[in-house]
């Protein structure tokens, strides 16, 4: 039985499930979660991520963490944790670029925060002979100063939706239609939903999203880097200022897919809200620098530079490949305004590289 007819009976059973426990159970279900099993990256997968698409992106986060460990005062041991690394890539290009630097690739602990076994596996291969753990939460890395990376993580974690009905919201819910397909329906009222002012005042009908998970990641990162040193790079896709709308959506094979069929084949995501994370992280004592554009943090970082570096030693062709690539990155009609670059750090930090006022 695949996940849809689980949901299906589920809802018959016991009535509609909430978007985000449709979206836990599309990713996450432990059989037919669609991050269980599968290596959905690249041409033949599903998306390309930024570290999939140049080397030059990871290079230029371990740049980003040897100078923030730098800042920290450069101390002997440093927890470095990328959560959900997907194939492992960036780490990759991250420890390569650190080791330029062996007094800070010496102070690394390094640590993979993974809930997929299949992909933990994957990341395994692609880090054969680096001493890499592995923890499937936040809370389980060792205490002390850390690094924390995480590229299209957030965007990943379930999301809830509520809709505006007049002056009311309510809870948009996952149903059967009269078919017995998955469908929307509405479900109760939210009484005092926790939105920006701006969402608050949209339109009737208006849907807004709620990411609780990411939220309380969020806190848990700021009360960690206000009880120690540390920086926490965030990137992902979404606007830079909290909005109303729906942005769930569905990716198969590179195309848009109807986000209720075929739950746990194709990705499901959802903007990442930047100012809720941010506000988070500084309610639990952090600092928050940005967000800043994708593009802008990458050419603040030195992307074009080492663009060119890198293509002195290329044929003409791999040359073009290498500057195609880069321009993907940054460009604002590719990724470089939807991406949005958000950093968490210990308060008495100065703003880390790239998000300097
Ligand atoms: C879109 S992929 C991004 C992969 C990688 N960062 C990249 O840029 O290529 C999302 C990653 O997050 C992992 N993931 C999803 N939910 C997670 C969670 N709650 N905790 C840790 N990892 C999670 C997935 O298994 C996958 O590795």
Request: charged share 20%; with cysteine.
């Amino acid at each position: 039985m695949g996940l849809a007819a689980l949901l299906a009976d589920r809802i018959r059973a016991s009535g509609p499930i909430s978007v985000a426990e449709y979206m836990a159970q599309a990713l996450g279900h432990p059989e037919h979660g669609y991050y269980m099993s599968r290596e959905p990256f690249g041409l033949a997968g599903d998306f390309t991520t930024a570290p999939e698409i140049s080397q030059v992106f990871g290079e230029l986060v371990g740049l980003w963490c040897a100078v923030s460990w730098q800042r920290m005062g450069a101390p002997s041991k440093v927890v470095l944790a990328e959560m959900g690394p997907g194939r492992g890539t960036l780490m990759a290009d991250l420890l390569r670029a650190a080791r330029t630097l062996p007094s800070f690739a010496a102070a690394l602990d390094i640590h993979l925060v993974e809930t997929s076994p299949a992909l933990r596996n994957r990341q395994a291969q692609t880090l054969a002979g680096q001493p890499a753990r592995w923890v499937e939460r936040f809370d389980q890395l060792p205490d002390g100063p850390l690094l924390l990376v995480a590229n299209e993580l957030f965007d990943a974690l379930p999301i809830r939706q509520i809709q505006k009905h007049g002056e009311k919201w309510v809870e948009r819910m996952v149903g059967l239609d009269e078919a017995g397909a998955l469908a929307f329906v509405p479900g109760r009222r939210v009484r005092r939903p926790p939105l920006a002012p701006a969402v608050l005042a949209a339109p009737d009908g208006a849907i807004a999203e709620l990411c609780e998970s990411g939220r309380d990641l969020a806190a848990a990162i700021g009360r960690r880097l206000a009880a120690s040193p540390g920086a926490a790079l965030i990137i992902d896709y979404g606007p830079p200022e909290s909005g109303a709308g729906d942005s769930l959506q569905a990716m198969r094979a590179h195309r848009y897919h109807p986000v209720l069929s075929d739950p746990g084949l194709a990705d499901l995501t959802a903007h990442v809200d930047f100012q809720s994370l941010a506000e988070a992280a500084r309610r639990a004592g952090a600092a928050a620098h940005g967000p800043v554009s994708q593009g802008r943090w990458l050419l603040g970082m030195g992307i074009e530079e080492r663009t060119v570096m890198l293509m002195k030693n290329a044929s003409p062709q791999q040359a073009a490949d290498l500057a195609g690539r880069a321009r993907r990155l940054i460009d604002p009609g590719e990724m470089g305004t939807l991406f949005q670059v958000l950093a968490l750090t210990s308060p008495s930090l100065p703003a880390p590289p790239g998000l300097d006022p």
